[in-house]
T-cell receptor, first 116, second 118 residues
């Protein structure tokens, strides 16, 4: 069965601190995609990153970095030097390539509050 | 170009009433998805269309929920005899193609319709 677990419900940090959001996934597929989305207070879903299961290279984009480890079925997201504008709910998601629809399976989200 | 649009953005209805939520996908996008996001939860898949064909409705919670996309473009999600537990954000997404395989076609999400059932 496909499943995404985000064990951290809420995280609160002070501005400029580093923070890591955890994501653990379950799938039987060998080909799959992993995603992170940001949902700011305004409510829209903002796409951040997509990785496929064959690419385990970590990725850095500005203050954001992602650590994909197949051995532990994890796809963690780190924000370096957090800012107040990073406050949002962050969702990890999975899509299996064997499915006929490419539907997204989301975790329950982590609410990040960055205090000034 | 225009993104995915949804209407209405907010809908308040009384329990027992029927509601119809509309999604206008990006022009030329073959695949269309409906998701539901309850408060404090992640979006959950409801149904999927490839052109006008509803190929997956496994996420529809019960037979009060139905969806159509008669001309392969605009889609309507209908909830009959609404209940308070139907209150949620209903999101639509579209992509160029949605079939499985090694090539991912990005899903573009609309702004959602916030449904409140009193």
């Amino acid at each position: 069965a496909q499943k995404v677990t985000q064990a951290q419900t809420e995280i609160s940090v002070v501005e400029k601190e580093d923070v890591t959001l955890d994501c653990v996934y379950e799938t039987r597929d060998t080909t799959y995609y992993l995603f992170w989305y940001k949902q700011p207070p305004s409510g829209e879903l903002v796409f951040l990153i997509r990785r496929n299961s064959f690419d385990e290279q970590n990725e850095i984009s500005g203050r954001y970095s992602w650590n994909f480890q197949k051995s532990t079925s994890s796809f963690n997201f780190t924000i370096t030097a957090s800012q107040v504008v990073d406050s949002a709910v962050y969702f990890c998601a999975l899509s299996e390539a064997s499915g006929a629809t490419n539907k997204l399976i989301f975790g329950t989200g982590t609410l990040l509050a960055v205090q000034p | 170009g225009a993104g995915v649009s949804q209407s209405p953005r907010y809908k308040v209805t009384k329990r027992g009433q029927d509601v119809a939520l509309r999604c206008d996908p990006i022009s030329g996008h073959v695949s269309l998805y409906w998701y539901r996001q309850a408060l404090g939860q992640g979006p959950e898949f409801l149904t999927y269309f490839n052109y006008e064909a509803q190929q997956d409705k496994s996420g529809l919670p019960n037979d009060r929920f139905s969806a159509e996309r008669p001309e392969g473009s605009i889609s309507t999600l209908t909830i009959q005899r609404t209940e308070q537990r139907d209150s949620a954000m209903y999101r639509c997404a579209s992509s160029l193609e949605g079939t499985g395989g090694p090539v991912w076609n990005e899903q573009f999400f609309g702004p959602g319709t916030r449904l409140t059932v009193l």
